[in-house]
């Protein structure tokens, strides 16, 4: 679906998406993470922004560290809600003085959490398409923006999405990343229908490896992500058995891209939730090559 670069031999390409940490304990779990997946080679990374700015200096930080101290292509999510165009340009700025070139673009939720009421800014961007034509003028950056395979929570139905992803890419966008899914059949539909309506752009699918089936349902449900009673089956009885989980948790990830791979798809971003092992587990499965074996390979 998108032009393919070997990764090894299984032709996947993948990117990462961090949060900024909030502690001490946070921080170094963070970097211990980003250190582990460094070997994975990943396209880029991405850092997420709080709505509102309310992670503006630890996203800031953590961005400014992933461009100068790692070997990743880094973006940094920006969001406008709440924001006059102003306010908005100001953290642009910012994010520009850190060394960012990349930004996912976002118009963010409002401040009452998913499912309030949004009122844009009156001096503000609207929506995510303006944030993206505004990024555009100011720079030639690399842009990706959202999609929702199974429609956002506050849209009236998929059309209206799918109006919203066109008026993006036509402002400019580069690529979008899905939120996260488990019904691969929504997706191909969802991405059908995108390229029907003269989308263009690579949709890289969004996939969240399962860490807890329980927390993830809460979270699921505000995001508009079904959980297929199958994840309920697969994970039967793992509640006491942390490394019965965490295999599972793998086999699941892994298995739905080789899903996605079976149906044409080569590039993922992958929800890390700052943690390492699990994701690394999905990789394993996949048979990508870590570059210190890719170099070891090409070197023998
Ligand atoms: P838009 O693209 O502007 O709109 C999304 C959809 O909502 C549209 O398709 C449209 O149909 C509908 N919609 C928009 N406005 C209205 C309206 N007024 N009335 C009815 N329907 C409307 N949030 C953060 O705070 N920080 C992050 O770093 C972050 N990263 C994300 C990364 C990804 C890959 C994804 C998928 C989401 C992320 N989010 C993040 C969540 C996002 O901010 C919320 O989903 C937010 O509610 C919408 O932002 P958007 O950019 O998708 O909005």
Known sequence: ??????????????SFEFFPPKSEEAEQQLWNTVADLTEWDPEFVSVTYGAGGSTKAPTLSAVR???????????????????????????IDEFLAAGVRRFVALRGDPPGGVGSAYQPHPGGYANAAELVAALRERGDFDISVSAYPEKHPESRDTSADIDMLKRKADNGADRALTQFFFDNDAFERYHDRVRAAGIKIPILPGIMPIQNLTQLKRFAGACG??????????????????????????????????????RGFDEFHLYTMNRSQLVSAVLERLGIQRKVDARAGAAA
């Not at 032009?3 to 299984?10: I, L, P, R, V, W």
């Not at 560290?65 to 953290?91: N, Q, W, Y």
């Open 1 to 14: 679906m998108s032009s393919k670069t070997e990764n090894g031999q299984s032709g996947i390409r993948i």
């Open 65 to 91: 560290k992933m461009i100068h101290e790692t070997p990743f292509t880094t973006a940094s999510h920006l969001t406008c809600v709440g924001a006059t165009r102003e306010d908005t340009h100001r953290v």
């Open 225 to 262: 992500t079904s959980i297929p009673s199958r994840l309920d089956e697969r994970f039967e009885g793992t509640d006491d058995d942390v490394e019965l989980r965490a295999r599972v948790a793998a086999e699941v990830a892994a298995e739905q891209i080789q899903d996605l791979v079976r």
